[in-house]
């Protein structure tokens, strides 16, 4: 694994508040660069393989509507987590982000990630 891909599974254990998981995957095959997560029983790469899914789902929707966006961030929200898919601007990889709703705000989370995929975005 790359020191900056390391560094950033450190900076996000680390500094967002409720992490469970984090994953960088690559978009056009579904491997995983880094993946990393505190509860045993949560596999961010299984996690990663079906957001992979989720991801091309939404992108094939907006080319169905002839929409001119691209996808800056698809977010879930379930009872007691929230799950962050972070596409990357040229569509290579995205971020999967797990944390516990309970403790996590949104907007810090998604500031921290932005903030701590500085170096991903240069490298990668």
């Given at each position: 694994?790359?020191?900056f891909?390391?560094?950033?599974t450190?900076?996000?254990?680390?500094?967002?508040?409720?992490?469970?998981?984090?994953?960088?995957t690559?978009?056009?095959?579904g491997?995983?660069?880094?993946?990393?997560?505190?509860?045993?029983?949560?596999?961010?790469?299984?996690a990663?393989?079906?957001?992979?899914e989720?991801a091309?789902?939404?992108?094939?929707a907006?080319?169905?509507?002839?929409?001119?966006?691209t996808?800056q961030?698809?977010?879930?929200?379930?009872t007691d987590?929230?799950?962050?898919?972070?596409?990357?601007?040229?569509?290579e990889?995205?971020?999967?982000?797990a944390?516990?709703?309970?403790?996590?705000?949104?907007?810090?989370?998604?500031?921290?990630l932005?903030?701590?995929?500085?170096?991903?975005?240069?490298k990668?």
């Amino acid at each position: 694994m790359s020191d900056f891909l390391k560094q950033f599974t450190e900076d996000i254990k680390t500094n967002v508040p409720g992490y469970i998981a984090v994953t960088v995957t690559e978009v056009s095959t579904g491997i995983c660069y880094v993946s990393d997560s505190q509860d045993k029983d949560f596999d961010p790469e299984v996690a990663s393989a079906y957001n992979l899914e989720v991801a091309k789902a939404k992108t094939n929707a907006i080319k169905a509507l002839g929409l001119k966006s691209t996808i800056q961030d698809i977010l879930i929200t379930l009872t007691d987590q929230i799950h962050i898919i972070d596409l990357s601007e040229n569509g290579e990889y995205f971020i999967y982000l797990a944390v516990n709703s309970s403790k996590a705000n949104l907007g810090m989370t998604r500031a921290l990630l932005k903030k701590y995929k500085k170096d991903i975005v240069s490298k990668l």
